[in-house]
């Protein structure tokens, strides 16, 4: 662990061991997340809380606001969505696998976390591609090719909207839309609980309801694709892994290692509540922590050869979910199935996969994600 200083004279420490990530994890009465999860950047009081969204918050209050839609995520409740799911992941390889160049992002990744996400939430299939616009705009905005920097007066413009960006608008008027429709006809999906279920003793207000929703596509649906981008990439540069994932059965623990080896969240912050020591360093109240995940997904201590990618590794304790604490990833059950049923599928209907040109990836810190990923899928 150690500390590393910013422009502005702040600083942050680096978290990069599995150990320790784990215990900053878990220890969420010493390492808050009303800091800000995903930047270094301090935002005023009034501004943080106008952005919040459930990962900017601490238990009892992140407790209430996940238990709306819990019950949705659970391994039980995603494993009757396998018979569906397993026919949208063939039919996307199948219209894919036809042995010329493709992009692999646009016509497999991009295409199976939103529309399976959309189904669960209840939000109109149409939507799905404007979603996945609007999530590269607010996620990937320090990429020149999702449009230019916010001048100033534009930054301060919005400065009150989740990122700082005024895609989120676009984000928040189909949630309106929405919940105007399940509060007049409510139905038994995920929106119509987030509309009229209380948390913490009252419902959400329309603010809080715009925020969730927009937590929950965007986070929903670019980890997930980013994980699928980088497993194709994977098995295109390990030809040897590909031959194993064929084998009956391999696909389980095929899809921890592409959730090991990817890695889309590269850290999450947390913010120290109290003076406490942690690896042999005192840690005082208000120092921002990063929680490396990519780091210790490649801690020595607790994998066999982590330079390696190995579809039949079975000691894969990774952190990509977070794995410790309150704030373990809601939609761990549902990216595991969608990647197990990916690499069974792909085992069963392709006959290699194949590098058809150069890989671009975003431009990012927070995310490690590809934004073109050219292919051949025989």
């Known amino acids: 662990m150690s500390w590393w200083p910013l422009r502005d004279g702040d600083g942050f420490w680096a978290v990069a061991l599995h150990e320790d990530v784990l215990a900053v994890s878990r220890d969420v009465a010493a390492f808050s997340s009303r800091g800000g999860v995903v930047s270094y950047e301090d935002l005023p009081a009034e501004q943080a809380d106008a952005r919040r969204t459930m990962l900017e918050e601490d238990p009892p209050r992140h407790t209430a606001l996940r238990a709306l839609v819990n019950r949705d995520f659970l391994p039980r409740q995603v494993a009757r969505r ?3 799911l397993r026919r949208l992941v063939a039919d996307t390889i199948d219209r894919a696998a036809t042995g010329a160049p493709l992009d692999a992002v646009a016509t497999v990744a ?8 959309c189904g669960i939430l209840g939000v109109p299939g149409e939507a799905a591609d404007d979603l996945v616009r609007w999530g590269n705009e607010l996620i990937g905005q320090d990429d020149p090719e999702y449009g230019p ?3 100033a007066a534009e930054r301060a413009r919005w400065r009150d909207l989740p990122f700082g960006h005024p895609s989120s608008l676009r984000v928040f008027e189909l ?4 919940r ?3 509060l007049a006809r409510p139905r038994d999906d995920v929106l119509t609980r987030m509309a009229i279920m209380e948390a913490g003793g ?3 207000s329309g603010a809080e309801f715009d925020r969730y929703f927009l937590m929950l596509v965007v986070a929903g649906n670019e980890t997930t694709r980013h994980a699928i981008s980088a497993g194709l990439l994977a098995l295109a540069e390990h030809p040897d892994q590909w031959d194993l994932l064929r084998r009956p059965g391999a696909a389980a623990a095929a899809a921890e290692e592409v959730l090991r080896w990817s890695t889309p969240i590269n850290f999450h912050r947390r913010t120290a509540t109290r003076d406490v020591e942690l690896r042999g360093r005192r840690i005082r109240r208000g120092d921002k922590l990063g929680m490396y995940y990519a780091s210790a997904n490649r801690d020595e201590r607790v994998f066999d050869h982590p330079p390696t990618f190995d579809v039949t590794r079975r000691r894969n304790d990774h952190l990509t979910f977070g794995k410790a604490g309150p704030h373990f990833c809601l939609g761990a059950s549902l ?3 969608e990647l197990r049923l990916l690499l069974e599928e792909l085992a069963a209907r392709v006959g290699g996969v194949e590098l058809a040109g150069p890989v671009r990836r975003l431009r990012s810190n927070h995310i490690n994600g590809l934004k073109e990923l050219p292919l051949r899928l025989s």
């Not at 991009?110 to 996400?117: A, E, G, H, S, Y």
């Not at 949630?175 to 929405?178: G, I, P, T």
Request: without cysteine.
């Open 149 to 151: 920097p916010l001048p």
């Open 180 to 182: 105007r429709e399940r």
């Open 335 to 337: 990216a595991r199935l």
């Open 82 to 84: 396998e018979v569906a």
């Open 110 to 117: 991009r295409q199976i976390p939103i529309r399976l996400l």
């Open 175 to 178: 949630a309106r839309s929405l």
């Open 202 to 204: 009252r419902r959400l």
